[in-house]
């Protein structure tokens, strides 16, 4: 069983800056070091949709087309935590920002792919 808490959101104008933080807390160390781990967000009468993803073991990551080059995610293994620094914001960023994680599977990005999820953290970029 794996738990999950986000932190970090907020308003912020356009072009602007956040950083969101992501904990969870693993029964082990041996799950621990292999998990991945995504951030995904959901707009209001959207689909939930993948945004970036990285995997424990050797900090693969993957980035939707939307946010390549502007959001960054991160980890500190050693506290099994994640990170999404977001950059250059677009009022179209503004969506509640879920993290999640799951042992360790194909196509990192899709929703319904992980099994644990966090109660989610909203982001509200003005223009």
């Known amino acids: 069983q794996v738990q999950v808490v986000e932190s970090g959101g907020g308003s912020v104008q356009a072009g602007g800056s956040l950083k969101l933080s992501c904990v969870a807390s693993?029964?082990?160390?041996?799950?621990?070091?292999?998990?991945?781990m995504g951030w995904f967000r959901q707009a209001p009468g959207k689909e939930r949709e993948g945004v970036a993803s990285?995997?424990?073991?050797?900090?693969?990551?993957d980035y939707a087309d939307s946010v390549r080059g502007r959001f960054t995610i991160s980890q500190d293994r050693a506290k099994y935590t994640v990170y999404l620094e977001m950059r250059s914001l677009k009022p179209e960023d503004t969506a509640v920002y879920y993290c999640?994680?799951?042992?360790?599977?194909?196509?990192?990005?899709?929703?319904?792919?992980?099994?644990?999820w966090g109660q989610g953290t909203q982001v509200t970029v003005s223009s």
């Open positions: 999640a994680a799951s042992p360790p599977m194909a196509d990192r990005l899709n929703p319904s792919r992980y099994r644990f």
């Open positions: 693993v029964a082990s160390d041996d799950i621990g070091k292999s998990i991945v």
């Open positions: 990285i995997y424990f073991l050797n900090g693969g990551t």
